[in-house]
């Protein structure tokens, strides 16, 4: 059998509180790795670390991403004094949005670019000195098929994840000579409650998943998340067999992708 690259590796799994988080804690509990669980909402947190069981290396630290850098670099030494070390980041937490760009408040706009792009940059910054006393470094990133083309309603989201993109392939370049792997994956529509979380223009939450958009599994998702990063891919899509044929399009036909995105 082949040896789990998680075994008696320290993880820490931001947005850990539910969703693609949760269950990457739950299934990476039980490939042995010692976890970190990460967000705002501590008694959600400690509703997982009860879920994974007292059996399995679990600590808890609460974090809002959308905190000043500095807080941010706190907390990264905060995470690396519970087990002496730090060998995998899961940038999970995140947030989305559901509205116009012209009926967005700028503030609402900086908020989501603060918490899904600043919020990772901050504490990678802060983790690599960390990360390189580690045998087997890994910086994953979940983004969004959005990282490779915008959609209606998401231009903070989307911008948000296209930085985030290229700030990791930029960084990737710069240690190619050192032994980090940086994974990005990109899913499409996962049965998640990130629509349900989503910000309007307002900054008030959506509150409902968006009507008949279906998607994969969390399970499936995170199934195919730690097979790409134990592989050691720099880039995955997953999700239905559209969303990934769409990243195709956009490259290929970007015309014809213009046109379907208009109908929607």
Not at 132 to 153: E, H, L
């Amino acid at each position: 059998m082949k040896k789990s690259r998680y075994k008696n590796r320290v993880c820490w799994i931001t947005g850990a509180s539910s969703g693609i988080g949760k269950i990457l804690a739950i299934t990476l509990a039980k490939e042995g790795a010692k976890l970190i669980l990460s967000a705002r909402n501590s008694s959600k947190l400690e509703e997982v670390k009860m879920e994974i069981g007292t059996d399995f290396p679990v600590q808890i630290l609460p974090l809002d991403l959308n905190d000043h850098k500095e807080v941010l670099y706190k907390k990264v030494e905060v995470a690396h004094e519970i087990y002496g070390a730090i060998d995998i980041i899961f940038h999970v937490g995140g947030v989305s949005q559901r509205s116009r760009f012209e009926n967005t408040a700028t503030s609402t706009f900086e908020q989501i670019v603060a918490v899904n792009f600043w919020g990772a940059v901050y504490l990678t910054k802060a983790l690599l000195p960390i990360l390189r006393k580690s045998d087997d470094p890994i910086i994953v990133s979940i983004n969004s098929v959005q990282g490779k083309f915008g959609v209606p309603d998401r231009t903070a989201y989307s911008a948000s994840k296209h930085a985030l993109m290229g700030f990791f392939d930029s960084l990737r370049a710069e240690l190619a000579t050192e032994n980090i792997q940086i994974t990005n994956i990109l899913p499409g529509y996962v049965k998640t409650n990130l629509a349900k979380n989503a910000l309007q223009g307002d900054g008030s939450t959506q509150g409902h998943l968006d009507e008949g958009k279906g998607g994969i599994s969390v399970d499936k998702a995170v199934k195919d998340i730690l097979s790409a990063v134990s592989k050691g891919k720099s880039e995955v899509v997953i999700g239905r067999p559209r969303e990934q044929a769409a990243v195709y399009i956009k490259r290929f036909f970007p015309r014809f992708f213009e046109k379907l995105i208009r109908k929607k």
